[in-house]
């Protein structure tokens, strides 16, 4: 298995550009999230989604849009990038049934707007 | 509402000796607890986890963790600190009420000295 799986792993974006943030797993699991890391913030919940076709806001949704049409692929999309969105993000997933599992993340995408 | 607070953003100490991580947590409902590590430009990986089985957890690389209802609290500790421990520790609730949202603490950067 090769897990969760992120691309790219940098990008480098002009403000008011837009792009996509790929994320894909292949452990068949219901649950993927989007986070994002700042400095001295830890991790804040972007969006997340416990199947295919539903997805819920987190902490931080302001910004970014997201979708889930199959299991394996839970894509993050900027509208219209802002310097306030420069940050490293991390798709994570895990399995949702009778209990919590822990999560599973991916390497990250460094993003940085200017 | 679910919240996770990591009472000290750096420890420092030397090799060899204890290591002390403090969580405290907030969670409505039965909370399910984890402690990852995050090596420098690395991505997210569990160290061990609490889900209401046995109070005292052991996780990978010598670390534990004990879960304590009456003080809200499920701090990191291991007994003698190595070079390769220097990392950032993140504490994270969870709970099934919740959808497995997870809410991260702001971490805790371990330095270890020789």
């Known amino acids: 298995n090769a897990g969760v799986t992120q691309t790219p792993k940098f990008q480098v974006l002009k403000t008011g550009q837009s792009m996509t943030l790929q994320c894909a797993q292949d452990m068949n699991h219901e649950y993927m999230s989007w986070y994002r890391q700042d400095p001295g913030m830890g991790l804040r919940l972007i969006h997340y989604?416990?199947?295919?076709?539903?997805?819920d806001q987190g902490e931080v949704p302001n910004g970014y849009n997201v979708s889930r049409s199959t299991t394996e692929d839970f894509p993050l999309r900027l509208l219209s990038a802002a310097p306030s969105q420069t940050s490293v993000y991390f798709c994570?997933?895990?399995?949702?049934?009778?209990?919590?599992?822990?999560?599973?993340f991916g390497p990250g995408t460094r993003l940085t707007v200017t | 509402a679910q919240s996770v607070t990591q009472l000290d953003s750096h420890v420092s100490v030397s090799e060899g000796t204890p290591v002390l991580l403090r969580c405290n947590y907030s969670?409505?409902?039965?909370?399910?607890l984890f402690w990852y590590v995050q090596h420098p430009n690395k991505g997210l990986q569990l160290l061990l986890k609490y889900t209401s089985a046995a109070t005292l957890v052991k996780g990978i690389n010598g670390f534990e963790a004990e879960f304590k209802k009456s003080e809200t609290s499920f701090h990191l500790t291991k007994p003698s600190a190595h070079m390769s421990d220097a990392a950032e520790y993140f504490c994270v609730v969870s709970d099934r009420v919740n959808f497995n949202k997870f809410y991260f603490g702001s971490g805790t950067k371990l330095n270890v000295k020789p």
């Open positions: 989604s416990v199947g295919a076709g539903i997805t």
């Open positions: 969670s409505s409902y039965s909370p399910s």
């Open positions: 994570a997933s895990n399995p949702f049934r009778d209990r919590v599992y822990e999560q599973y």
